[in-house]
């Protein structure tokens, strides 16, 4: 089946430095999504992205499709920023089924 | 940001009891997911809905688990006899359709005890 792999598993900042999240996917991903999960459990989709460069605020996402990848750029962190990125991804354009990673935990210190 | 509701947030189950949680997704959408969370982060897909209609599910082979999405009322997911192993989290997502971005709600942490 699909693997969804997210790197680096966790990561902690001071305050204003940079983070890159990394998605690998096994599969074509028709769509990919980045979500946000704060630590009360609401999921925020943050991109819907399955080619090519998207900018929401200090969130930067770009996903080499043909290379089965994506990533994720917060720049200058914030404390808010801190809680758990997922990356999904299903394999056809009409198709709900996601396969999420595991995540990547970001606490940002102040 | 997301309007799909959950209700409860939290529910506390013995084991063979029911639980049952209820989503209202997003105005207009008519594409309906429920997905489990559990404590390792692991993403479950369980069933979608478009209208009231199954589009996917798992198979549920137990059967322990039964959802629905009639019109006019709130979706439902339910687990007839619970177990330890069903501790996670609830997560229902809307869409517009089934190839679109999907809307999440806050979940329903079942604890069963």
């Known amino acids: 089946g699909q693997q969804v792999q997210q790197s680096p598993a966790s990561l902690v900042l001071q305050e204003g430095e940079n983070a890159e999240l990394q998605c690998n996917f096994s599969?074509?991903?028709?769509?990919l999504q980045w979500f946000y999960q704060h630590p009360g459990g609401r999921l925020v989709s943050l991109f819907y992205?399955?080619?090519g460069t998207k900018h929401t605020g200090r969130l930067t996402s770009t996903t080499v499709t043909n290379e089965r990848r994506s990533s994720l750029h917060i720049s200058s962190s914030q404390t808010t920023d801190s809680g758990t990125y997922f990356c999904?991804?299903?394999?056809?354009?009409?198709?709900?089924?996601?396969?999420f990673g595991h995540g990547t935990i970001l606490r940002v210190h102040p | 940001n997301s309007k799909v509701i959950q209700t409860p947030r939290y529910l506390v189950k013995g084991q063979g009891q029911k639980a049952k949680m209820r989503c209202i997704p997003e105005?207009?959408?008519?594409?309906v997911f429920w997905y489990q969370q559990n404590k390792n982060n692991e993403f479950k897909f369980l069933i979608n809905?478009?209208?009231?209609?199954?589009?996917?599910q798992i198979d549920m082979t137990e059967k322990r688990f039964s959802a629905e999405c009639p019109s006019n009322s709130p979706c439902s997911l339910e687990i007839q006899s619970s177990e330890a192993g069903d501790s996670a989290l609830y997560l229902c997502?809307?869409?517009?359709?089934?190839?679109?971005?999907?809307?999440f709600g806050e979940g329903s942490r079942l604890i069963v005890v």
């Open positions: 599969s074509t991903a028709t769509r």
């Open positions: 105005k207009g959408h008519p594409v």
């Open positions: 992205n399955p080619s």
């Open positions: 809905f478009q209208n009231q209609e199954v589009l996917q």
């Open positions: 999904a991804i299903a394999p056809g354009a009409n198709t709900g089924k996601l396969t």
């Open positions: 997502a809307s869409s517009q359709g089934a190839g679109n971005t999907l809307y």
